[in-house]
């Protein structure tokens, strides 16, 4: 591939066919590159832009970046409502030699946004990833869930006026075994058990290397997550926490369709040039 290109193409992931998108830099290569790992649902539409611009952010500073559909999404093969907690996790990991194969590189950062982010953490170590940037990541996957299901009723609510069911209702029928709809998409009673594991204070305590936790806030004087603060304290030394003020949201349909996050890429182009 010639410097400075875009190469669309699929990859294998133990039969699951993956659609990845390298970024090469005009300049020669550097030793480290990226793999950005998309969030959930609607969220990973909604922010396909700004994952898109910072790829090109991180190419032109000499840094080949792989975007990549996980199983069930976007391009990549799979439904939905086949996928796991363990493929998506799967995926991570074979899109990170991916990136060392076509990208030249050694040494792989992880980027995540959102449920991208904690994806991102959840395989940083067995990944050998060398850096680890979360941008806003979903620290509880049990409160994630939860989220899940209440912006799904608030929708359902702007949609329709109504709401024909409550959130305890979803969450028995997934404890019951049943599938629910979200956002289209088919949660499973798996996918939702699996998801209520996950613990990222937890799986990344200790965790040695430099690793970038990047809360986006709408305004500078917004209320720092308690979580953040704890995940970076988990983490120890090699964390820093920063904020990056985002006056739109990232990862959410709303008045103002976001194409670059300018505050997001200045928080984590340097530290990846360091």
Same mark, same amino acid.
């Given at each position: 591939?010639s410097a400075?290109?875009?190469h669309s193409?699929?990859?294998?992931?133990d039969?699951a066919?993956?659609? @990845?998108?390298l970024?090469?830099p005009?300049a020669p290569?550097?030793r480290l590159g990226?793999?950005l &790992?998309?969030?959930?649902?609607?969220e990973?539409?909604?922010?396909? =832009? !700004? $994952?898109?611009?910072?790829a090109v952010?991180?190419?032109?500073?000499g840094? =080949?970046? /792989?975007?990549?559909?996980l199983k069930g999404?976007?391009?990549s093969s799979?439904e939905?409502?086949?996928a796991?907690l363990?493929?998506?996790?799967?995926? #991570?990991?074979?899109?990170?030699e991916?990136?060392?194969?076509e990208?030249?590189?050694t040494? !792989?950062?992880?980027?995540g946004l959102?449920?991208?982010?904690t994806?991102?953490?959840?395989?940083a170590r067995?990944?050998?990833a060398?850096r680890l940037? /979360? *941008?806003h990541p &979903? #620290?509880?996957g049990?409160?994630? *869930?939860?989220e899940?299901?209440m912006?799904n $009723?608030?929708?359902?609510?702007v949609?329709?006026?109504? &709401? @024909?069911v409550t959130r305890e209702?979803l $969450?028995?029928?997934?404890?019951?075994?049943?599938? !629910?709809?979200l956002?289209?998409?088919?949660?499973?009673?798996?996918q939702y058990r699996?998801?209520?594991? #996950?613990?990222l204070?937890r799986t990344?305590?200790g965790f040695?290397?430099?690793?970038l936790v990047v809360?986006?806030?709408?305004t500078?004087q917004?209320?720092?997550p308690?979580?953040f603060?704890a995940?970076t304290?988990?983490i @120890?030394a090699?964390a820093?926490?920063?904020?990056? #003020?985002?006056?739109?949201?990232?990862w959410?349909?709303?008045?103002v369709? !976001?194409?670059?996050?300018?505050?997001v890429?200045?928080? $984590?182009? =340097?530290w990846?040039?360091?």
């Amino acid at each position: 591939m010639s410097a400075g290109a875009t190469h669309s193409f699929f990859f294998d992931r133990d039969g699951a066919r993956l659609y @990845g998108c390298l970024h090469a830099p005009a300049a020669p290569a550097k030793r480290l590159g990226v793999v950005l &790992v998309h969030p959930f649902m609607e969220e990973r539409q909604d922010a396909h =832009p !700004v $994952l898109r611009a910072l790829a090109v952010a991180c190419a032109s500073r000499g840094i =080949p970046t /792989l975007r990549f559909d996980l199983k069930g999404c976007g391009d990549s093969s799979g439904e939905w409502s086949d996928a796991t907690l363990d493929d998506w996790r799967a995926d #991570v990991v074979a899109a990170c030699e991916v990136l060392r194969r076509e990208g030249a590189v050694t040494d !792989v950062a992880l980027v995540g946004l959102r449920f991208g982010a904690t994806l991102a953490g959840l395989v940083a170590r067995e990944a050998g990833a060398a850096r680890l940037a /979360l *941008v806003h990541p &979903v #620290v509880s996957g049990d409160a994630y *869930v939860k989220e899940l299901l209440m912006a799904n $009723l608030a929708a359902e609510m702007v949609l329709h006026r109504k &709401v @024909g069911v409550t959130r305890e209702a979803l $969450l028995a029928r997934l404890d019951a075994g049943e599938a !629910v709809n979200l956002f289209g998409y088919a949660f499973t009673a798996a996918q939702y058990r699996a998801l209520r594991q #996950v613990d990222l204070t937890r799986t990344l305590a200790g965790f040695d290397r430099s690793t970038l936790v990047v809360d986006v806030a709408r305004t500078a004087q917004a209320r720092e997550p308690k979580e953040f603060r704890a995940l970076t304290d988990a983490i @120890g030394a090699t964390a820093t926490l920063v904020r990056a #003020v985002e006056p739109y949201t990232l990862w959410a349909e709303g008045k103002v369709q !976001v194409a670059r996050a300018e505050s997001v890429e200045g928080a $984590l182009l =340097p530290w990846l040039e360091v």
